[in-house]
């Protein structure tokens, strides 16, 4: 089977500038990029699970889909903050891809905002017109960061571990975990890890705070548990840490 982040033919990586590798950059956004493949291939199915007129199960969706939707956002407000800029300017030769990957952003942002009206209307009256419209535009949106997904990882992310520190990396991840309060990142937390691999999620575990760690050991893991079956009953629940 082959990797998601596999270029696919007609695809070229920005040209790598010399020197040794200073981060881990690319092993990190390729588990976030998985939480998002995962979401939002997820989106609309979850829209259309809501039956016409059952807007308790159309608030609870909503605020979910609404939740990966900033998440999203705020993601990549990080990276345009403080991973493009150093990286424009140490590694002239990525400008046409750096120009490439900051579109797609645009594009993605342009679809959250014509999403987010319709997903709160959706939310109070789970009428059957405002879903079939909703989960269309969660599909336009996932054939977006299909494509972006991948090829920031594969075009853009080796350069990005040749000129950024592990610590000016750590500040893109960072920008995200200060946006979000403590009860937040452990509702989600299971999440993002339960759609990563085993040594994966190892990983991606070390960067959480300390106090987040342990609040989702106590309560996260549960909360998680039951986020998942609520979304998607009947389904097994896969596991996490």
Known sequence: MTDFFTMHPGETAAPLPPG?????????????????????????????????GDTSRAAYVGEVLGNFDMVLHVHHEGEDLLMYPPLEQRAPGCALHIAQMLEHHRQVTQRLERIEPLRLRWMGTADEQAASELAAMYEDLKAVLDVHLRREVTE???VVDRVMTEKEAAAVGQHGIDKFDKKFMVAYLGMVLATNPPADRAELFKEIPAPVRLAYKLVGRRMYRKQYATLFPGRPVPETL
């Not at 998985?34 to 829209?47: D, K, N, Q, S, T």
């Open 20 to 52: 040794p590798v200073l981060c881990t950059g690319t092993a990190a956004m390729r588990r976030i990029h998985r939480f998002f493949l995962w979401a939002y291939a997820e989106a609309p199915g979850l829209v259309r699970s809501v039956s016409a």
């Open 156 to 158: 853009v992310m080796p």
